[in-house]
């Protein structure tokens, strides 16, 4: 008996420690290790392996398929330093990193988490997530570091790709090759629209997906709702991204990034026991992008495959027809605005690129909306679930593709009123009768009426001549003022030199921040025309967009898009959120600006020099992309003109060139030096005024300078982004910011050198001594403007 009860409490004892190891077998405690030589841990339900994987000679952190597939990778830590023999440990350090330690016991990868927990768990969990979390907290929101966030080639169900919470942008990058996992030419990313992904090849764009239209992408016809999967774009404020999920759970997919920049759906079959293709991206040569130019179809039934869109010809014959497209096509009929254009329906396109969301219109809604604006090129649907929202085109429009009746959608394109159709032009005669008719029927009914204020009249007078200039719509002052709670206290963002700025919501609820001209303010009239004139016109992805204004009687209002993540300068100057700005963003913002910039002085329809660029006016998005903003100062020249010379020189001190401040001469130059001080500023994380160091008494241009001479640059980044930073990359940031500041204008470099020298890899030139490189003693200026839409100038007398 005693030998039965014996015998069963070793069954029972038994049973308990397998239970306890199996349990403990997707993890990692602080106090245990995983070493190469085939220690692994396994996913709860056995599909996915963690361990050490050779991989052409070379050794690797790798998670990969255990249940099915066995052996295929679908992540790999260390790809950048792989092991260069067996020996290899991954264990938690004091801080609750993992670290990778070599032989020599050196770490050649770590997760890198900020913050430090006291009792962290590594988690290989049943998606293919390698997490790391608090012991106690299994809620995903608070992992504190996971692999889907630092994916390589593979796009797994779960993952998100774009930009997350806190600014992280997630996105895949290809292997060299297929026994090289370091990373590749290929990117594939959320763009800076949200919603559409795209494929790069060394930052510039190969492929892209076309919009998403709330049921799928309209260059992606063939990825649509089905049985397995469902996949979707969410915006809001916890992020915006793409990404998709399984339906049915017994089936394994996964979306592979190759080396030659295709993103291959593969799906593994019981059957066969093999990986089965499903579909690429992109699909075909029509996929190319901007292949057949502006205004160019793509259409891979034909031969050639590029031809004109209906009603558009080739803008260089001879070369077009010797199989070169780039050059585009034009109008057969140029537009005339005032003689009445129409538009006419593209059907099952893939939707141009370059384009701007209005939200809540109607179909017909876009169409007057893009008519009345005579720079609006073309309109198409953003959401065909409800049929409403716009996209809506103001350049020329790229990278189209035509699709059979099975894919694509509905694009409307503006063209001269002689090239519609008889319907369409009655259509519009009917819509312009309409019109006569109600402005017939307002006059009737105003006949007899007194003019209850005269003074408006005469203020409405004044404004009338500039106002017909501009192309941009004027709100109702009631429309602001129900949107900003009537200017409450609690609307109000801040202030700035302008005056008060306010959050408000509009009718369609659409968030804007308003500007409102104090009485108080310096700045009058000619500001406030200059502002609207200057922005109302440009179009580009790092400028801050105007969406109208408003003026009635004393009231002077800008009406600009909300940036929910406020100015640069709330981030780089704050303790606490400059954290949040890695060196990756950093980059990212700094190389934003530069773009915004040059198209300001380069591409855009006049030569424009903002006079006030700084970290205030720098204003970030929902996915802390970079918007220039306050165009107060700014002025306009023609091709022709480079540089004026003005008695009143208005701007901030700290960013206004020698040449400025002393003589009153403004250029292109006098923005490149505002833009070296602003890219010094984000990479050091100190202002240029009030810059004080113990061993002299230089500002921070000089005192860049005098590291950089010594070699010391080091000592100048930012010691939060130090031990993260690619140094040679944070180094020749350094040089082009030095090499814009520069005392001498001639000195300095374009921004389109600027935004070359920061892209590629070549030598650079040596620079020389930066402009206010005389020692001298400077108060600390201490300021941080809310949502950045506030001018601040100064008058130099």
């Avoid at 003019?451 to 106002?467: S, T």
């Avoid at 950089?708 to 910011?737: P, W």
């Avoid at 930066?770 to 001018?791: A, D, H, Y």
Wanted: charge should be neutral.
């Amino acid at each position: 008996m005693k030998m039965e009860i014996s015998s069963f409490l070793l069954f029972l004892f038994s049973l308990i420690s397998i239970f306890i190891t199996s349990k403990a077998i997707d993890t990692i405690s602080a106090t245990q290790s995983i070493r190469n030589g085939g220690e692994t841990i396994v996913s709860a339900g056995g599909a996915f392996e963690l361990g050490f994987i050779s991989i052409n000679s070379n050794t690797y952190l790798a998670v990969w398929f255990k249940k099915i597939s066995h052996g295929t990778v679908i992540w790999v830590a260390n790809r950048e330093t792989p092991l260069s023999n067996s020996s290899g440990i991954l264990e938690f350090n004091s801080r609750g990193n993992l670290i990778l330690l070599n032989q020599e016991n050196l770490t050649i990868w770590s997760t890198n988490t900020s913050r430090t927990v006291q009792n962290p768990v590594a988690q290989l969990l049943d998606s293919g997530n390698f997490v790391i979390r608090n012991e106690n907290d299994v809620n995903p929101e608070n992992y504190l570091w996971q692999s889907f966030h630092h994916p390589d080639k593979t796009f797994m169900p779960g993952m998100k790709i774009g930009r997350l919470a806190g600014g992280r942008d997630v996105r895949l990058s290809s292997w060299k090759s297929e026994d090289d996992p370091s990373k590749g030419e290929f990117t594939f990313h959320l763009d800076s629209s949200r919603v559409q992904t795209v494929i790069d090849k060394n930052s510039v764009t190969t492929a892209r997906s076309g919009p998403w239209n709330g049921i799928g992408q309209s260059g992606l016809p063939f990825i649509r709702p089905n049985p397995i999967f469902n996949f979707s774009f969410i915006v809001g404020e916890n992020g915006s991204y793409y990404t998709f999920e399984l339906i049915d759970k017994s089936v394994f997919t996964r979306n592979i990034l190759t080396e030659n920049g295709i993103l291959n759906r593969y799906a593994w079959i019981d059957r066969t026991q093999q990986w089965q293709h499903i579909s690429s991206a992109p699909a075909d040569n029509c996929d190319t992008y901007d292949l057949c130019g502006a205004h160019g179809s793509c259409d891979i039934t034909k031969t050639p495959v590029c031809s004109c869109l209906n009603k558009f010809v080739p803008k260089l014959k001879n070369t077009w027809n010797a199989a070169d497209w780039t050059g585009g096509c034009v109008r057969r009929t140029p537009l005339d605005c005032e003689k009445g254009d129409g538009f006419v329906k593209y059907p099952n396109v893939k939707l141009p690129d370059f384009y701007s969301i209005v939200s809540s219109l109607t179909l017909k809604e876009c169409e007057v909306m893009c008519l009345k604006n005579c720079s609006c090129m073309a309109y198409a649907s953003s959401d065909l679930r409800n049929g409403r929202g716009c996209f809506f085109w103001f350049g020329q429009l790229i990278d189209i593709k035509q699709f059979n009746e099975d894919g694509g959608q509905d694009l409307y394109i503006r063209l001269a009123s002689s090239e519609l159709d008889t319907r369409s032009r009655r259509r519009i005669i009917a819509g312009t009768v309409a019109g006569l008719a109600s402005v017939l029927l307002i006059a009737i009914l105003c006949i007899g009426l007194r003019i209850r204020n005269k003074k408006r009249k005469q203020k409405q007078n004044a404004h009338g001549k500039w106002e017909n200039d501009l192309d941009l719509p004027h709100f109702d002052i009631s429309i602001i003022s129900k949107a900003t709670n009537n200017f409450s206290f609690d609307n109000r963002l801040g202030e700035g030199g302008f005056g008060p700025v306010y959050k408000g919501t509009l009718e369609d609820g659409q968030e804007v921040a308003v500007k409102r001209l104090s009485t108080e303010s310096r700045q009058g009239l000619d500001e406030f025309m200059n502002e609207v004139k200057c922005i109302a016109k440009l179009q580009h992805r790092n400028l801050v967009k105007l969406i109208g204004y408003c003026v009635d009687l004393d009231e002077k209002l800008l009406i600009y898009e909300y940036m929910p993540h406020k100015s640069l300068d709330c981030y780089i100057f704050d303790e606490d959120r400059r954290k949040l700005l890695d060196w990756k963003m950093r980059l990212q913002i700094i190389n934003g600006i530069s773009r915004g910039l040059l198209y300001l002085h380069q591409d855009s329809r006049l030569r424009i020099i903002h006079r006030d660029l700084k970290l205030s006016n720098i204003l970030l998005d929902n996915e802390m992309n970079p918007k220039i903003s306050d165009f107060g100062m700014a002025r306009s020249f023609w091709d022709n003109e480079t540089a004026a010379n003005t008695k009143r020189v208005v701007g901030t001190y700290g960013y206004m060139s020698p040449e400025y401040i002393i003589d009153g001469l403004f250029s292109v130059k006098s923005d490149v030096f505002s833009f070296g001080v602003l890219l010094l500023e984000i990479i050091s994380g100190e202002r240029n005024r009030g810059f004080t160091h113990s061993d002299h008494q230089l500002n921070l241009l000089g005192h860049a300078w005098r590291v950089f001479m010594e070699g010391r640059y080091t000592k100048f980044i930012d010691e939060l982004i130090a031990e993260s930073c690619n140094l040679s990359q944070v180094l020749r940031t350094i040089h082009v910011g030095l090499l814009c500041v520069q005392h001498d204008p001639d000195d300095r470099p374009s921004m389109s050198s600027v935004v070359l020298m920061l892209s590629s890899e070549g030598p650079l030139p040596e620079p020389k001594e930066p402009g206010f490189f005389t020692e001298r003693k400077l108060s600390e200026q201490k300021s941080c403007s809310v949502n950045g839409l506030t001018i601040s100038a100064i008058d130099v007398r």
